[in-house]
């Protein structure tokens, strides 16, 4: 008796667990369905307050438009407030306010009203009686626009004008055996959002929109669900029976497997515990777990089947499993660089690659068929490539040896518009897009003597010493070196070397 009390508690826990779990279950509707305030409030000298009661309505109701106005100034005005409703509600001009006037084409409503200064009020209240429903817009938009002493204000509030929801019907299966994944679904028509809540028959009562559940234990049970939206709810029953028979049923974890790669195989029978399993993978290799894992040593197509059995009988599942294998790649890279020289790195593949991802053993990555890689410092670099497809990744490696090198200067060439390289204004420079730039004045020519550098400096970081220098000489702050200024500079290199900008 204490063992099955223990089984049925594993199985409500296990039920519980799957709400949350399984796919298919659509948890976006646990939330509360959406309110419409119906309300707009403006404040200032002149405090404007509007509300519909209530904010939501369905043909044949009538919705009551309360508008008031509170002067908190010491002069008298004389605002105008403009209206836009809904084109489904309609107005009752018989019941209009005073300096009041109503476009019925256009759904407009304008009030002219005077307000006395020092607390002076205005109001008035106007039925709107809903005449129809745009099921597919069930929200709707009333607009207020308030204009006084120049100036003007404009805000909005949503309205919810609609039906109530119809369940069409319930999509349950008529049997199910006990611990099998069950998806509930529901046929609704009618505007939205929808709020579902389903009572399972034994006690359980499930928010969620077209839950995934499990029942412990084998029975008869009416399952029923109500839908609500703004307006109303609708209600629909259906029975199912869980019995204890078995039903054998599987998944994987992974559908794009590689040879070597543990596999998990999850197993979503059911029926009356205690259920013996037994897999075959295909490939000789079998299992008695409930949730086995292996390894496919070969690539290729198997057939994977699950069997189960308890005291009321026999289930199988089968299914199929493609096993691919990483890409055949391989590499050429120059052993030997030198720093501040674009290193050439080409890497290939058979026609199963989807990306080459490159590790160049000074903390950056590259990635491409073909790259190039810049280093600042001489050393020796261990350098990855990665070719990847869809069962995996093949990696190669290869040494590099950085020398010391020497700085380069690339000078870029000014064009005329016409395509040709042309003459300047003696003394004009060029900046790198060939806008020609008048000289600027100095009072004795400018000279930059060459600066004692220490041992492996890189390309880039020369020039960052070089332009501080200049600017201190101009009385300049300095430059501050960041992280990102010297990977522009760097790159800049790579970029000029890249499209064989070089002398």
Same mark, same amino acid.
């Given at each position: ?24 279950? =659509? ?193 008869? &049970? ?10 109303? %709810? ?20 992974? %559908? ?24 075959? &993978? ?34 199988? %599942? ?112 060029? =900046? ?41 000489? &101009? ?29």
């Amino acid at each position: 008796m204490k063992n099955r009390d223990l089984k049925n508690i594993f199985f409500l826990w296990l039920g519980m667990l799957l709400f949350l779990m399984l796919p298919g279950a =659509d948890s976006s509707s646990a939330a509360p369905l959406a309110t419409y305030p119906g309300k707009i409030h403006m404040d200032g000298p002149l405090q404007f307050d509007l509300k519909v009661t209530p904010p939501v309505g369905t043909p044949g109701d009538t919705l009551l438009l309360e508008l008031s106005l509170i002067n908190l100034d010491q002069v008298t005005y004389t605002p105008e407030i403009n209206l836009q409703l809904p084109g489904n509600l309609a107005v009752n001009t018989a019941v209009l306010p005073s300096g009041a006037t109503a476009n019925l084409q256009a759904h407009q409503l304008s009030w002219f009203p005077v307000i006395s200064a020092n607390g002076g009020t205005q109001q008035f209240t106007l039925p709107l009686r809903v005449e129809t429903a745009d099921i597919a817009r069930p929200e709707q938009t009333l607009t207020a626009v308030l204009r006084f002493d120049g100036k003007e204000r404009q805000e909005s509030t949503t309205l919810w004008i609609g039906i109530p929801p119809q369940v069409n019907g319930l999509v349950i299966p008529a049997q199910a055996s006990v611990g099998l994944p069950v998806q509930l679904r529901a046929d609704l028509s009618g505007p939205g959002p929808f709020a579902q809540s389903w009572q399972l028959g034994d006690g359980r009562q499930v928010d969620v929109s077209n839950p995934v559940v499990v029942y412990p234990a084998a029975g008869v &049970f009416d399952i029923s669900l109500t839908a609500n939206n703004a307006i109303g %709810a609708h209600t629909a029953t259906q029975r199912i029976t869980i019995v204890p028979h078995p039903t054998a049923q599987f998944r994987v974890d992974d %559908a794009m497997l590689g040879v070597g790669q543990n596999v998990t195989f999850i197993n979503e029978s059911g029926g009356q515990q205690p259920i013996a399993y037994l897999w075959d &993978f295909g490939d000789g290799a079998t299992s008695t777990d409930a949730n086995p894992s292996h390894q496919y040593t070969a690539p290729g197509s198997y057939q994977v089947s699950l069997t189960i059995e308890n005291t009321y009988g026999r289930s199988q %599942a089968f299914g199929s499993l493609t096993v691919g294998q990483p890409p055949a790649a391989d590499m050429v890279i120059d052993e030997q660089a030198t720093t501040g020289q674009p290193l050439r790195a080409q890497a290939t593949g058979d026609e199963t690659v989807t990306a080459f991802r490159w590790e160049m053993g000074d903390g950056r990555a590259e990635e491409g068929a073909q790259i190039f890689h810049t280093y600042s410092r001489p050393g020796d670099y261990y350098v990855t490539m990665t070719a990847v497809n869809d069962y995996g990744g093949t990696e190669l490696s290869r040494w590099v040896h950085v020398e010391p090198g020497i700085m380069s200067v690339y000078l870029p060439l000014a064009l005329k518009g016409g395509g040709g390289a042309g003459m300047v204004t003696p003394g004009a420079s060029l =900046d790198p897009l060939g806008i020609v730039l008048e000289p600027v004045d100095l009072d004795a020519p400018f000279v930059m003597t060459p600066l004692e550098l220490p041992a492996g400096t890189s390309p880039a970081e020369q020039l960052f010493i070089y332009i501080n220098e200049a600017r201190r000489q &101009f009385e300049l702050a300095p430059l501050n070196l960041v992280p990102q200024l010297s990977a522009a500079a760097q790159e800049h290199t790579v970029d000029m070397a890249r499209f064989a900008y070089t002398g």
